[in-house]
Nanobody
Framework: QVQLVESGGGLVQPGGSLRLSCAAS????????LGWYRQAPGKQREFIAG???????KYADSVKGRFTISRDAAEKKAYLKMNNLRPEDTAVYYC?????????WGRGTQVTVYS
């Protein structure tokens, strides 16, 4: 079974940057649908960024132009580069992978943006 573990979260100042990592374990034969989601306290989990069939990217309007999704198949890692962070970006960020008919979620990593 595939397992995902996020890392790289922390406390940052507005305007700062972070790169989140998602390390995968188990056998990854394809990366058909990779996504990053976030959930703020008291709010529903929302889609942030996606990578489909390793070539097509999609971003939520709230992060478009600021966040970048990528992956390194050899290292079995996915990334979310976040620039120009805002207090509204404060949330737990989750990695999601659809693989061979199953959906896997990471445990999440906390990102806090404060002034």
């Amino acid at each position: 079974q595939v397992q995902l573990v996020e890392s790289g979260g922390g406390l940052v100042q507005p305007g700062g940057s972070l790169r989140l990592s998602c390390a995968a374990s188990g056998s990854i034969f394809s990366w058909d649908v990779l996504g990053w989601y976030r959930q703020a306290p008291g709010k529903q989990r929302e889609f942030i960024a996606g990578l489909i069939s390793d070539i097509t990217t999609k971003y939520a309007d709230s992060v478009k132009g600021r966040f970048t999704i990528s992956r390194d198949a050899a290292e079995k890692k996915a990334y979310l580069k976040m620039n120009n962070l805002r207090p509204e970006d404060t949330a737990v960020y989750y990695c999601r992978l659809a693989h061979r008919g199953s959906v896997y979620w990471g445990r999440g990593t906390q990102v806090t943006v404060y002034s």
